[in-house]
Structures are given as C-alpha cells and as structure tokens.
C-alpha cells in the first residue's frame, strides 16, 4: 500500500470511529485530508473498498498489539490487564454508529472482524488461563475451554447485543464490568491481589489514551 493509500485508510478508519460509517461521505474524507475527490479515487475505487481497507489495516494492528503484549515478560495477570488497556482504549475510540453500520451495510466486513476474534483472541485467552493456572494466579479446577468461550460470548455480545444499548452507559465502561467479572472469577486469592494493585491504572485511564 503506498503512503499516500495509507494515510487516506487511516484518516477514513478515523471518521469512521468518531461518526459511524454511513454518515461518512468520500467528499468527507477528501475534505478531511485537504484533497480533491478526483485524488481520492486515484486510489480509492470506492466507499465500499476504503471501508474493507480501514477494517483489514485495524485487524492487523490489533493483532500486532496483542502479539506484543504476549511476547512480553508478564505474569498472567499482568498481561491480562495489558490486553484491557487497549481494548477499552479503542472502545472509547468507537462511536457505537460505526458497529451498527458495520453490521447492517457491511456484514461481510464485520463477519471477518468476528472471524479473527473468533480465532486469534479466543486462542490468546486460552493461553493466558494456562499461563495463569501455572503461576498460580489462576483457578487450577476450571474448564479453560468453557472460560475462553465464555469470555468471548460476554465480550462479543457488548458489540453486537441491543441488550446493552438500553441502558446509558459507554461502551468502555460495560467492557470494565465485563472484565472485572472475568477477572475475579478466574483469580486465585494471590491473583486477585496482584489484579487489584493493576484495576486501578485501567480505571483511571483517560478516554482515548494509553
């Protein structure tokens, strides 16, 4: 992809975030990045593939993400909290327009962002419960598999579920409950202290910052 491709993905991604997907026009974007139409479309074909260029680019940073919280020197607990740092940071990036957008006009795209959740998260979490369990941080008589996928369902459905979308209060902040939850059902008494010294660094993390 050439830098100027790039930095179009990266500031349509952006819009995206802030107003959702449909709001978003091509002449937006254009505007957004002080260029004409006519250059956009150099590159660009249409709305369609930038959106499909946006959302591939964020699944591979994210995975790059992960990938370099686990090749790090934490304990499981630790990394657990890593991996909710960016989460809830890019929750409180997301507008909630742009997942409904997603779903209804381009359920083809967000199929792929749950199949790599599905697969590449889903298999981190295992790992990190037998990481955990090994420590000693970790509950040693769960089923890691029915954990994994119980993590997955709660955490899929703050996205996807309407359920939550009666109630006010912003994503990020359901993801908090959410691994709180998680977090105090799986840790060991030395695991749950270890978790509490780390809650509060996530806790008063500034919206949208690491």
Known sequence: MSQQKDKIVDAAFELFLKYGIRSVSMDDIARHLGISKKTLYQYITNKRELVEYAMTKSIREEKEVIEGIFAKEHNAVEEMVAIAHFVYHQLSLIDKRMIYDLTKYYPDVMCKLDDFHNQFIFD??????????????????????????????KAQSIIHDDFFSRIQAALWDI???????????????????HFDNHIDQLKQLPHGKL
């Open 124 to 153: 981190g979490i295992k790992e990190n419960l037998q990481k955990g369990i090994s420590e000693g941080l970790y509950r040693d008589d769960m089923d890691i598999d029915i954990i994994a996928r119980l993590y997955m369902v």
């Open 175 to 193: 993801y908090l409950e959410h691994f709180r939850y998680h977090a105090y059902g799986i840790t060991t008494e030395a695991g749950r202290s």
